[in-house]
């Protein structure tokens, strides 16, 4: 079903929905124990739910695919995560909460070090502290250029966000950029792949060529590279596409600008997830669909500290209640992927999910885990009609065909 | 996902890849025992691999559609069935290991007997024995048409494969060729299905005009049916799409055709499935990834004979443990589609799928067979996601997005 068929579907309403994604919930069993992360964490709560609701595993991008942060959070907000991928300058942008317009191309950029000649001694710079780099990114506000206007935000360390904004810019230019990849050789020039790019390709060149004049005497960061080149995924709003007004919460700026990019409100700024719940509760009347981070399940994850991601779950679970008293018509429980502690990094595997509302089957799972939520009702099926099977126990959507 | 961004992900490596595909595996309830050709045969090994896989059912092409040769294997081998279906006479030409080439249009021919009048009176002339095939072939390798290269090639009785090879051929041809399907009506000319076929079509005719001219007093092979046109699919091989240096081993020339379409290349001249381990141990440091094709369960499945199909999975599972000792990093246990002894010929029903690895969850199956696959952890999904599977489990894919 496509969007338009979709959005004639929708229909307004004021039942809310609550989207939890517990990121890189999935996981692998312990070579001792062969339990998961899942199965071996004490979470009364999520049991309890998931016996009482519709259960299944969801494929985040494709089989055997492992998805980034953005693929995994933009399936589970209904998008095609393939078609919508977004680019490395962009997402970069996404992860400051920059402001990224339709029509900007944004870059990944890096201070980094040239030596007399003009060879690249240090592709990093050093990792200059963070507090250099805001500095750096002032010194280069002043440039400017004819046709477009460039925008520089600090990242962290040596890295930064390059945005061009104006007319006619076109984001087909080759993504290794000025960066030659290795130390000892010159930075290339930025290359169009295509007529179209020919002008953007120029004004990247000329703004790398006033960075350099700028940073020479700012050793070790007297260069700039910049690649990756990208324009926002341009998405309807989850609003223009179901009707609802969306609101999300995270502590994380990665996962509040994805919220954004489908044109969802950022609430709050939390520090925890307490202060998480505690937004969703003050919010609770003035929107209908929440989308509720949390994050330590996957940091645990990425360090490959099973006990971490198995307290982390257990965390979640004693807040939940304080969620359930909220009483929201439809709950979510998902994972954007798997991050399994024994792989220490994102993964293909299929994802844990519930689906808690008004007209369910459910009664599979003796549990909330992967094996069993493997037995669940909803089965193994793409993260991305996870958002519309919610939507239609909302009841937000219309018959389709008389 | 399409080609291009799988073969960005793909990632280089040493990991060792196996794909054992067991001809026509999945099967059907016997009427008195109520147990499948899996569930009655003694498998021992298979099922305590099961026991420790990832399992599930594959569906070889789209639910309900029985898949020939070709589309199963090529699903397998991680191509989409149906936009890479294989024409006919390319089909032919593959099955005798015809080295067909790009451009090449392929006819399936028949030897027939035609009348005084010219009407066809046999269209298999009386099943000729192959070696009158083989020197009727010989007779018409003479023949040569202006701009393009006929070359000819026995298959078996009174089949034969005629390719045209040259630059601009068209297999957009009316599919039935000369063969007017009915024996008492005279051969009918080729015809185009579009003006740029027209060149061909009468190719096509000129071959057929000299063929019958030499054929005449060779009575009862005396006039040569051309149809089923078709070029090979323009399939990236495996190494361009994940980077892996693929061989295929097999002991029937269709399938030893069918890896090469993949970019496979094909290992050793096996006469028994004991020739083909050996040929694999054989080959073991110089690949990394392997096509093992096993014969026995379909020729038993087509022929209706469930004692001789159960045997033959007891004869593989004898020899299992050779393959393991090799220590595939992933192990594949597939079929290209379903032979079920009670129907004596292929089917649609999803084909039991096992994948050992090194990231596995699992342990849902207890043994190998419909129902046990049916209840594992890959659920029933399309035959052609198997490969993309084995690459993420061999560390061969790169993260999707960031």
Redesign the interface.
Known sequence: MDDAQLRELAIAGTSKIVLMVLDGLGG??HPET?R?ELETAAIPHLDRLAIESETG?TIP????????????HLALFGYD??AN??G?GA?EAVGIEFPLQPGDVAARGNFCTVDAEGRITDRRAGRIPTETCVELCHLLEGITLDGATPLIAPVREHRFVLVLRGPDLSDDLYPNGTDPQHEGLPPLPVQPRSPAAERTAMLFNEWVAKAAAILRDKHPANFALVRGFARLPNLPSLEARYGVRAGAIAVYPMYRGLARLAGMTVLGKPATFADEIATLAEHWDAYDFFFVHYKPTDSAGEDGDFQRKVEALQAFDQLLPRVLDLKPDVLMIAGDHST?A??A??????VPFLLHGPHMRGGESNGFN??EC?KGSL??FPARNALQLAMAHAGRLQKFGA
Chains 1, 2 share one sequence.
Do not use: D, K, Y
């Open positions: 692998l069993p062969r998961t595993l991008v494709a089989p055997g695919i492992t998805p980034g942060s953005g693929p995994g995560p393939i991928n977004i490395r997402l399994p024994v792989m990094s994102h993964s293909w595997h299929p992967e094996p493997r089965g193994i």
